[in-house]
């Protein structure tokens, strides 16, 4: 992501994809809105939270996988 607070919530998420925080519940530490940070995954990355959370869970599990992890 290109914005700052989006980037906070992404690179939280890709060090722990388990995390099963809501948008309201990140927005604090991001220091935006849960409805900005809705707003600002749909225009960046084409998808809500949800399916993105969904596709770095499963891209970052199949690369776990394929090392070795069980």
Do not use: V
């Amino acid at each position: 992501p290109r914005d700052a607070r989006l980037k906070r919530l992404a690179d939280a998420l890709q060090a722990d994809p388990a995390a099963d925080l809501t948008l309201e519940e990140w927005a604090p530490s991001c220091g935006a809105s849960a409805r900005t940070l809705a707003r600002l995954f749909q225009a960046e990355t084409g998808m809500g939270f949800a399916r993105w959370r969904q596709l770095l869970r499963l891209t970052e599990g199949a690369a776990r996988l394929a090392r070795g992890a069980s």
